[in-house]
């Protein structure tokens, strides 16, 4: 299980069942006056009351923490970041009462209070230690009083906010785990753990499957390697009649050397965050169940790793898609968007109402839009205000980047239908975009690389350093509220 701290932690009350929490409210800042606390004091701690700011008041029986939740109107990232903070400020305590989520009830609803409040808690308590000899201790915390308004289901906020966290934590725990200890085989058993456990469909594809399908994408990349390659569906299917059908389709390359066209060690150092869309997707998964929707979701993983051994595709070499196109591989290690080629191919063949991929898919990507935004295409404006709207919703960060006609000659080939890269320099993300779009056929369809978001170089509210679950939430949202 993803290491967090367990749902049974999180018990809440009804500000009307606990007298005693009467003095934890929320004050200004000038209002710390009131527990003893001089502005001398807060000049040194440097406590401004900004968003996610922790201080420790001196003096005070029982321990209390103000925690800042700044000027502007809280939105549900917010309240996620200043449960976060006050997680890792009483995580020496073991037990903590907190009336944050009524405090942001009457902004976001009592329900989305709650739930945001306790996936803050839980995620900010995760931490990757199962490749280490000697674990962390990690939180001392057993039990959390979260104050709420009277008449809410607390038992369905509690299952829904668990199923989010464990869902990005299982994303996070794939993410961290070093290539040699995630093959393409294990990410697909990761997979199938996750259909069988939350009553889905599973259908795997090897290597013979693959070939009978024509899936000469993902059969390209995995030809220097060692290892067997992986195609991965899990579907859930309502119980009633399903109102629409979404295709979730995830890169799954558990390491990218590059093949024949090898990274350099500064390039290839970090490869194993490479299968961070199918990451995303199995932790999307994991957690429908949950919330069971009225409408068919599939979730595709293409997953192979991608080496430079003796039977390797070389540059020049061409691939036949499942879809009948073939593409001239001049660069083997633009290899992300030959295994999603495959995998969009099969989604775009049930005539879905949208398509979404994810792929850390161009190191282009992260220079244009650094590390906290993912850039997401299209073909259909609708789909795209979809996923805009659930990824501002779900909090996480989208910038919309064009797909233009004009560029689609840069992958004209002499020899196949198209090229794997474009024949220019430039506008490397914008290129990878109109790859891919040839395998979609009419399908609406949407693409978000997250080559910059799939991990964080710092500890910053419920994100700890590395892997982040980015996906997972726009996902969730894009179901939830279809």
């Known amino acids: 299980m993803p290491n967090v701290l367990p749902i049974s932690s999180m018990v809440v009350a009804s500000d009307a069942d606990d007298e005693s929490v009467a003095?934890?409210?929320?004050?200004?800042?000038?209002?710390?006056?009131?527990?003893?606390?001089?502005?001398?004091?807060?000049?040194?701690?440097?406590?401004?009351?900004?968003?996610?700011?922790?201080?420790?008041?001196?003096?005070?029986?029982?321990?209390?923490?103000?925690?800042?939740?700044?000027?502007?109107?809280?939105?549900?990232?917010?309240?996620?970041?200043?449960?976060?903070?006050?997680?890792?400020?009483?995580?020496?305590?073991?037990?903590?009462?907190?009336?944050?989520?009524?405090?942001?009830?009457?902004?976001?609803?009592?329900?989305?209070a709650l739930q945001a409040v306790i996936e803050g808690?839980?995620?900010?308590?995760?931490?990757?230690?199962?490749?280490?000899?000697?674990?962390?201790?990690?939180?001392?915390?057993?039990?959390?009083?979260?104050?709420?308004?009277?008449?809410?289901?607390?038992?369905?906020?509690?299952?829904?906010?668990?199923?989010?966290?464990?869902?990005?934590?299982?994303?996070?725990?794939?993410?961290?785990?070093?290539?040699?200890?995630?093959?393409?085989?294990?990410?697909?058993?990761?997979?199938?753990?996750?259909?069988?456990?939350?009553?889905?469909?599973?259908?795997v594809w090897d290597r013979d499957r693959l070939t009978e399908e024509g899936c000469g994408g993902i059969l390209g990349v995995n030809a220097g390697s060692s290892e067997e390659?992986?195609?991965?569906?899990?579907?859930?299917?309502?119980?009633?009649?399903?109102?629409?059908?979404?295709?979730?389709?995830?890169?799954?390359?558990?390491?990218?050397?590059?093949?024949?066209?090898?990274?350099?060690?500064?390039?290839?150092?970090?490869?194993?965050?490479?299968?961070?869309?199918?990451?995303?997707?199995?932790?999307?998964?994991?957690?429908?169940?949950?919330?069971?929707?009225?409408?068919?979701?599939?979730g595709t993983c293409c997953c192979t790793d991608n080496q430079p051994g003796p039977n390797a595709t070389k540059p020049g070499d061409v691939l036949h898609i499942r879809n009948g196109k073939t593409v001239e591989v001049l660069n083997t290690d633009a290899e992300g968007r030959l295994v999603l080629a495959d995998g969009l191919s099969l989604a775009a063949e049930d005539k879905p109402d949208l398509v979404i991929d994810l792929a850390t898919l161009t190191g282009a990507c992260l220079v244009a839009l650094g590390q906290k935004y993912a850039g997401l295409m299209g073909n259909d404006e609708g789909a795209i205000s979809r996923v805009e709207t659930a990824a501002t919703q779900a909090g996480e960060r989208v910038w919309h980047l064009p797909l233009p006609p004009e560029y689609r000659k840069q992958l004209d080939s002499q020899t196949a239908d198209l090229q794997n890269i474009g024949s220019g320099r430039f506008g490397g993300t914008l290129v990878a975009g109109l790859f891919l779009q040839e395998f979609v056929g009419d399908s609406p369809?949407?693409?978000?690389?997250?080559?910059?978001?799939?991990?964080?170089?710092?500890?910053?509210?419920?994100?700890?350093?590395?892997a982040t679950g980015f996906g997972v939430r726009t996902l969730l949202e894009l179901v939830t509220g279809w």
């Open 229 to 298: 390659p992986r195609l991965v569906r899990l579907t859930w299917r309502p119980k009633g009649e399903s109102r629409a059908t979404l295709h979730l389709v995830g890169k799954g390359i558990t390491f990218d050397t590059g093949g024949l066209n090898l990274k350099t060690f500064e390039g290839m150092k970090e490869m194993k965050i490479d299968m961070g869309g199918a990451a995303a997707v199995i932790g999307a998964m994991s957690a429908i169940s949950a919330y069971s929707p009225d409408i068919t979701v599939i």
């Open 23 to 112: 003095r934890d409210r929320p004050i200004t800042g000038n209002d710390l006056e009131t527990l003893g606390v001089s502005d001398n004091f807060l000049a040194a701690s440097g406590f401004e009351a900004k968003l996610g700011q922790a201080a420790l008041l001196p003096e005070q029986s029982p321990v209390v923490i103000a925690i800042g939740l700044g000027t502007e109107e809280l939105t549900v990232a917010d309240v996620r970041s200043a449960a976060a903070s006050l997680s890792r400020a009483c995580e020496q305590l073991e037990s903590v009462t907190t009336l944050l989520p009524l405090v942001a009830a009457p902004t976001l609803g009592a329900e989305v």
């Open 445 to 466: 369809w949407v693409h978000l690389d997250i080559a910059g978001p799939v991990t964080t170089d710092d500890t910053e509210g419920e994100f700890p350093k590395g």
């Open 121 to 203: 808690f839980l995620l900010a308590s995760y931490r990757f230690d199962e490749l280490k000899g000697f674990p962390e201790s990690g939180s001392r915390l057993n039990r959390i009083t979260l104050i709420a308004p009277d008449g809410i289901d607390s038992d369905v906020v509690l299952k829904k906010a668990g199923a989010v966290a464990d869902a990005i934590a299982l994303a996070r725990d794939l993410v961290n785990r070093p290539g040699g200890s995630l093959t393409a085989v294990q990410l697909a058993d990761e997979a199938v753990a996750v259909g069988d456990s939350s009553g889905l469909e599973v259908e």
